[in-house]
């Protein structure tokens, strides 16, 4: 079984910065693309930032210049820097890694549970 454990949420005042992390374990042989999403009350989900393996980073429009997307394959984590934040910032902020059991298996797409930011105006 893969599980997926977000953390470094919280609560932050405008313009502050936190620190997602999110950190895989189970049976996992490689990870692919990388993601994360977040998704505010009464909204829909939506692609925060991605980095597929091998790719390039992409961002949304609104955090481009302010979040940045890192992973580390060897220690199965990908986190996420997000500088001077908003309120419209405030969401619960999700991970998707995609991942191999098994080298000749398909990758499959898993999620965490989320993690909250909440940002103060």
């Known amino acids: 079984q893969v599980q997926l454990v977000e953390s470094g949420g919280g609560l932050v005042e405008a313009g502050g910065s936190l620190r997602l992390s999110c950190a895989a374990s189970?049976?996992?042989?490689?990870?692919?693309?990388v993601a994360w999403y977040r998704q505010a009350p009464g909204k829909q989900r939506e692609l925060v930032a991605g980095?597929?393996?091998?790719?390039?980073?992409n961002y949304a429009d609104s955090v481009k210049g302010r979040f940045t997307i890192s992973r580390d394959n060897a220690k199965k984590t990908v986190s996420l820097q997000m500088n001077s934040l908003k309120p419209e910032d405030t969401a619960v902020y999700y991970c998707?890694?995609?991942?191999?059991?098994?080298?000749?298996?398909?990758?499959?797409?898993?999620w965490g549970r989320g993690t909250q930011v909440t940002v103060s105006s």
């Open positions: 998707t890694l995609g991942v191999k059991k098994a080298w000749s298996g398909p990758e499959n797409v898993y």
């Open positions: 980095l597929p393996s091998g790719g390039t980073t």
């Open positions: 189970g049976s996992i042989v490689s990870i692919g693309g």
